[in-house]
């Protein structure tokens, strides 16, 4: 299964770190080099507060917060209905007046639906 995940370079290519050779290629000091390159938390594409933490289908775009799901009924990347979902980490980032919100609000997925999609989530290894 392949997932996209919403991410963003706040540079620009004109902004990165390193000096340019005559032919305008980017020469990077390796100082500044690390690799593997420290994880960065991703944010909801909508609040752009709390992390990612639903993948949205049949697009698989994984790009929302469990806060901004309850609000929306097409995905934000490419405006596809949204049909299910399923976690790929842990909600419990979100503050108890938004996540009573977010169980008051019409339910997305039913019941059965979120028995199979709690199954799906370990059945494939993701953390609910």
Request: glycine share 4%.
């Amino acid at each position: 299964m392949q997932l996209y995940l919403a991410t963003g370079n706040p540079l620009s290519y004109e902004d990165e770190p390193g000096q340019k050779d005559q032919r305008g290629a980017l020469l990077l000091d390796s100082a500044h080099m690390t690799w593997p390159p420290p994880p960065v938390e991703q944010l909801c594409v909508v609040c752009q507060y709390f992390p990612l933490s639903r993948a949205l289908l049949p697009c698989r775009h994984t790009c929302i917060c469990a806060s901004c799901f309850g609000k929306l009924d097409t995905c934000p990347m490419c405006r596809s209905p949204i049909k299910s979902y399923f976690c790929i980490r842990s909600e419990e980032y979100l503050p108890d007046a938004a996540a009573s919100a977010n169980n008051s609000a019409p339910s997305k997925p039913e019941p059965i639906t979120q028995w199979l999609q709690d199954r799906l989530t370990d059945f494939l290894g993701f953390h609910r």
